[in-house]
């Protein structure tokens, strides 16, 4: 069974990024990690549930913020954060 490509989506510096494990990403733009159109100041879970939709075949996760490598992907404690829609 073939695994499901994931991205790890965090903050640094001033904005979120995305950090994609599928060699294709890789490949096309020589980096495995891209920035997102979110600034620091976007609700986490905002910005997770953006990159899941645009990203429907991947397994999306919140990484820990201001981590050039985060090595532990985690969502703990954003459930009690409001959320806009």
């Known amino acids: 069974m073939r695994r499901r490509p994931t991205i790890e989506v965090f903050r640094y510096e001033d904005h ?3 950090r994609f494990s ?3 990403v890789l490949e096309t733009f020589e980096q495995d990690t891209l920035p997102t159109a979110y600034t620091a100041d976007a ?3 905002d910005v997770l549930r953006s990159v899941a939709r645009d990203n429907p075949r991947a397994e ?3 990484a820990p913020s201001s981590s050039t490598r985060p090595d532990r992907p985690t969502t703990e404690g954003l459930r009690d954060q409001p959320t806009t829609n």
């Open 16 to 18: 979120y990024l995305a």
């Open 22 to 24: 599928s060699p294709d």
């Open 43 to 45: 609700n986490p879970l």
């Open 60 to 62: 999306v996760i919140l």
